[in-house]
């Protein structure tokens, strides 16, 4: 007993254990604002692009809980299905379907609207919570540079084909998951394809930015209609998102960094609270062009309130997204 009770006291068990406990308060903080308020969805129609995993998975499954009918909109169908098959199984809800979308292909996103409008007649969130980040220089299937093709793109493309759907449904949502990382872009007017040079983490920071200036952009344009957009930044989660970026898969981030990083990282469930928040917080009915962060509005930065690089983006945006198969 003695010999236990010494053991229990000696300084390697002691620092291990006030270690521990510290890690676990520290990751515990790191989690942020969480919607904690209860509503009941039924009866509501929702979509959540790259719903297969990380935030967005985690963002419909909170949602089908609530009562929602989710379209998890995917571009593998295979990783959808399993993740749909968990959700319903985990939430109850059988009204939570895997429909194919390819951000990354124009006539993808048209044939998944047509395939949506065919269903349902109702849209009263749509959550555009798919990215792509540090991608090698890459073009997609219409010949854009990825991450401002998926991220931006595909979104600006999927989001004004479904307007009139949402317009029907008012009051009526769209989120937008943008990134702190907005922070760090500018809108490359001169070269906005990154053709004459091509950096990942300037491209990937170039499509957040896009993200906020669409939504504010559509903020103004859909006064009056019931439909409201905001964007946020999820925090820094968990999720594969770093699985284009070369050095996140070195031994020396995987064994070491990712480890010593572990406690400053959010769950991808606390990641989804701020879209959770922004898609149903009755509070935000009437608020729009907005930009949130742990569940509470935040600035944003100076390049996201140029509304002349706001008009020029989005003049752009129509012209390539108006492009025919
Ligand atoms: N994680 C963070 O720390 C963080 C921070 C700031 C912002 N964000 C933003 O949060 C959002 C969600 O990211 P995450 O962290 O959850 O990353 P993730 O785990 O990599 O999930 C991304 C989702 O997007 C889907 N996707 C990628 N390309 C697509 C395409 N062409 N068409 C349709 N879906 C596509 C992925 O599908 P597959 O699985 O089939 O590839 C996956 O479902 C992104 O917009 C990201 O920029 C994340």
Redesign the pocket.
């Known amino acids: 007993m003695c010999i236990f009770i010494d053991c229990l006291l000696c300084p390697t068990v002691i620092w291990s254990a006030v270690i521990g406990i510290g890690v676990y308060f520290l990751k515990d903080y790191m989690q942020g604002g969480q919607f904690t308020k209860e509503t009941n969805e039924t009866g509501k129609v929702v979509i959540v692009?790259?719903?297969?995993?990380?935030?967005?998975k985690e963002t419909a499954k909170e949602l089908a809980r609530r009562g929602a009918t989710v379209y998890m909109a995917?571009?593998?169908m295979t990783?959808c299905e399993i993740a749909r098959l968990e959700i319903v199984k985990e939430t109850n809800n059988q009204n939570v379907f895997s429909r194919e979308?390819?951000?990354?292909s124009l006539a993808s996103i048209r044939k998944f609207v047509a395939g949506f409008k065919a269903e349902q007649q109702k849209l009263h969130v749509l959550i555009n919570?798919?990215?792509?980040?540090r991608c090698p220089k890459t073009l997609t299937k219409d010949g854009f540079e990825i991450q401002l093709g998926?991220?931006h793109m595909g979104h600006f493309l999927l989001t004004n084909l479904l307007l009139d759907v949402l317009k029907k449904s008012a009051p009526s949502r769209i989120v937008v998951?943008s990134?702190?990382?907005h922070t760090r872009g500018a809108i490359n007017v001169d070269d906005l394809n990154s053709e004459k040079s091509y950096d990942e983490g300037s491209a990937y920071s170039q499509s957040?930015l896009a993200n906020v200036l669409f939504t504010r952009e559509l903020a103004k344009r859909l006064e009056g209609t019931g439909v409201t957009v905001n964007a946020l930044?999820?925090?820094?989660?968990d999720?594969?998102?770093a699985?284009n970026w070369k050095f996140f898969q070195t031994n020396f981030v995987k064994y070491f960094l990712k480890p010593m990083l572990w406690p400053l990282l959010k769950t991808?469930k606390s990641?989804a609270q701020t879209s959770i928040y922004a898609a149903l917080d009755p509070d935000l009915v009437n608020v729009s062009g907005q930009y949130f962060s742990d569940c509470k509005p935040k600035e944003v930065a100076p390049a996201a309130k140029d509304e002349k690089v706001g008009k020029f983006l989005w003049a752009e945006s129509e012209k390539w997204t108006s492009k025919s198969d």
């Not at 979308?101 to 990354?104: G, K, N, P, Q, V």
């Open positions: 692009t790259g719903a297969n995993t990380g935030i967005g995917c571009r593998d990783r979308l390819d951000l990354s919570n798919a990215g792509v980040m998926v991220n998951v990134s702190l990382a957040k930044h999820p925090g820094v989660v999720t594969e998102l699985r991808p990641g």
